[in-house]
């Protein structure tokens, strides 16, 4: 029974996928089509990180426009990144949407049907996490 419910999933999605194609004037490579789980994923990835990013965006964008008289804007800048990583990361919200953005990156890795054909999951995906492993190595060391 699961079988034919995955099915009727995987034609509608197809269907919808193809209406949206369509109306956008995108040409679909027919290639990626069993792709949509793993892309949306990424793209969720992608979204949570850009997230996580806003703070120091914030941060450079506020030290552009500082005026100090003798302090460099690069010390500026790191000791308010330093001062905002500080802040932010015994806070809880920060720290569960990290690891959501972890989950969502392995999860599609793991679903990906053929990596070899979505190359930009090691950027997007792969990468963030072998960073947070290495961080969390040498934190633990």
Do not use: Y
Not at 99 to 124: D, F, R, V
């Amino acid at each position: 029974m699961a079988g034919a419910a995955d099915k009727r999933l995987e034609q509608a999605l197809n269907v919808l996928i193809d209406a949206a194609a369509e109306e956008e004037g995108m040409p679909l490579d027919e290639s990626l089509r069993g792709h949509f789980w793993c892309e949306f994923l990424e793209q969720a990835a992608v979204s949570i990180q850009e997230l996580l990013a806003v703070p120091g965006a914030g941060v450079d964008a506020i030290v552009d426009q500082l005026t100090a008289h003798w302090l460099p804007q690069v010390v500026m800048r790191v000791a308010l990144k330093s001062l905002l990583n500080a802040a932010t990361s015994t806070c809880p919200g920060i720290a569960a949407l990290t690891a959501l953005h972890l989950q969502i990156a392995a999860a599609a890795i793991s679903l990906c049907p053929k990596p070899e054909q979505h190359p930009s999951l090691n950027a997007t995906c792969a990468a963030p996490l072998t960073k947070a492993g290495i961080s969390h190595s040498l934190a633990s060391a």
